[in-house]
């Protein structure tokens, strides 16, 4: 199966016809093909290296025996063939044609609208009335229960929350206890949870690092996904942080190699996104900072990230490192969006926020902890 594009040509009678076969002749298959006929040129597409066949028109493009009509004919296969947006691909070839034969599922959209995507939300009543966030919030670090600091803003003020909650794992935080009962743990952190999806924009994102604690079988990242779930937020995906710590023990000697009780192993943790409201956040595009690069790397779903290695310096025991912050907030924020953490710790969000162009609000209950956070935003370099 093959795509055809047909381009019309001027001044066809010009074209050096034959030489441009021969600067293409070693693409020429029965997946690539074109020719001249009736003022245009026909091009017939299966699969193509498309990398070499850039880099063999751009050769063309500066090719001294070509004539300018001729060049200007290389140019516009290649514009044509590199302005086709859709394609699969296949040991390094993209493919043109019949590439959706190869799917498993027939008429995706159609289905995908039958079925009704996340159709959990329906009847969510999110207004869409974004307002700015009071001044007296912006570009702050506040000491105190979130509970009761997000009480005073109003709805729909703030573009993204990018946090790391306790865990309830047992660790020596300052200023709480880490280690509640797990309905008390869990109700606490619903009701802060409850509060960052009021303060967010329509269309603002919230994204949630969690590591679920395995040994004692509690799914963490699946209950605080079903409770954002449960409040209409629309899951967005989940990226898997992997921090490659293999220095763990195998497992205990007791079910060592014996399938009666064997303990897996993790070497990562989440970050579940949620969206409020729409999956799309409205946003200028020159206030996007993301490269290409990074775009492309980033929007795998999954991060290779070495854990922060400056916690004794910043006296924080559970710190996600800044490039986990730099990650989510160019992916998914805009410069000049107003970041909120309301479990700022020693700040990594806020100080990160900073560097990026990113408006912040950081709360902790711990004030050493926001003494650091306030420390590390005056030593942010722009
Ligand atoms: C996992 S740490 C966050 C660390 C942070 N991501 C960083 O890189 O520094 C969780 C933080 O939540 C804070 N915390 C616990 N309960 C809180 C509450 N009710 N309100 C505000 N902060 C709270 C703790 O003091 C702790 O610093």
């Not at 019949?98 to 009847?123: D, L, M, P």
């Not at 700015?132 to 702050?140: I, Y």
């Not at 994204?207 to 004692?216: A, E, T």
């Amino acid at each position: 199966m093959q795509k055809k594009i047909s381009i019309p040509l001027e001044n066809e009678e010009f074209i050096e016809k034959n030489k441009l076969i021969n600067t293409f002749e070693s693409f020429f298959n029965s997946d690539f093909s074109f020719e001249f006929s009736d003022g245009q040129v026909d091009i017939f597409l299966g699969e193509l290296d498309y990398g070499l066949f850039q880099s063999v028109a751009n050769r063309a493009l500066h090719d001294s025996l070509l004539n300018d009509q001729s060049k200007n004919a290389a140019k516009q296969i290649l514009d044509s063939i590199t302005n086709i947006k859709s394609y699969g691909l296949r040991s390094g070839k993209r493919v043109y044609a019949g590439y959706n034969a190869e799917r498993k599922v027939q008429n995706r959209k159609v289905k995908e609208e039958k079925r009704q995507q996340f159709y959990y939300t329906k009847g969510h009543n999110f207004s869409k009335n974004n307002a700015p966030v009071p001044e007296e919030f912006e570009n702050q670090i506040i000491c105190g229960d979130s509970l009761e600091v997000l009480k005073k803003l109003p709805d729909n003020c703030i573009d993204i929350v990018l946090t790391s909650p306790p865990y309830n794992f047992g660790l020596d935080y300052a200023s709480t206890q880490d280690d509640d009962h797990w309905e008390a743990y869990f109700g606490k952190l619903f009701e802060i949870f409850a509060e960052c999806i009021r303060v967010l924009k329509y269309g603002g994102r919230a994204i949630v690092n969690v590591q679920p604690l395995f040994s004692d079988y509690i799914p963490t990242h699946h209950i605080i996904s079903n409770f954002f779930i449960q409040q209409k937020m629309i899951w967005k995906g989940e990226i898997l942080w992997e921090k490659n710590n293999y220095n763990c023990k195998y497992t205990a000697w007791g079910s060592w190699k014996s399938p009666s009780n064997p303990y897996l192993k993790y070497t990562w943790e989440f970050l579940e996104v949620f969206c409020k409201g729409d999956l799309k956040k409205v946003g200028a595009a020159e206030d996007a900072d993301i490269s290409a690069e990074d775009f492309k790397k980033w929007i795998v779903g999954k991060w290779s990230i070495a854990p922060e290695r400056n916690m004794k310096q910043y006296d924080h025991p559970a710190m996600f490192p800044e490039e986990i912050v730099v990650r989510a907030l160019q992916l998914f924020s805009f410069q000049g969006d107003i970041v909120l953490d309301p479990f700022n710790g020693a700040g990594t969000t806020t100080s990160v926020a900073k560097k990026i162009n990113r408006r912040f609000l950081g709360i902790d209950i711990s004030e050493k902890y926001c003494k650091v956070a306030i420390d590390r935003i005056s030593n942010s370099i722009f």
